[in-house]
Nanobody, 125 residues
């Protein structure tokens, strides 16, 4: 099965840190650009950070200097290191793969717009 699984969310006090992980299932052979998004209650999903296949990261203004995205292609995993967390960072965080290849042992198949199930991040004041 082709899927992304986030982990690392939780409850943290303002000023604290969390590290989110997004692991791709073993069938996924390669992933191109990836993104971290978040959605707070009553709000639209918004892009937090993106990272290209070459490792270049871009960030939304509201997390610049506090969050760092990285990827380990050997593990097919991307990370989001979140420091200096604020209560307004509270949301469900999702990872997204814009495209990639999965391999079922016989065929390579391209996939598009793959989302994880999300992980809750709650920052208390």
């Amino acid at each position: 099965q082709v899927q992304l699984v986030e982990s690392g969310g939780g409850l943290v006090q303002a000023g604290g840190s969390l590290r989110l992980s997004c692991a791709a299932s073993e069938r996924i052979f390669t992933i191109n650009d990836m993104g971290w998004y978040r959605q707070a209650p009553g709000k639209q999903r918004e892009l937090v950070a993106s990272i290209t296949s070459s490792g270049k990261a871009n960030y939304a203004d509201f997390v610049k200097g506090r969050f760092t995205a990285s990827r380990d292609d050997a593990k097919n995993t991307v990370y989001l290191q979140m420091n200096s967390l604020k209560p307004e960072d509270t949301a469900v965080y999702y990872c997204n793969a814009n495209s990639g290849l999965d391999y079922d042992g016989e065929y390579y198949t391209r996939f598009y717009d793959l989302w994880g199930q999300g992980t809750q991040v709650t920052v208390s004041s």
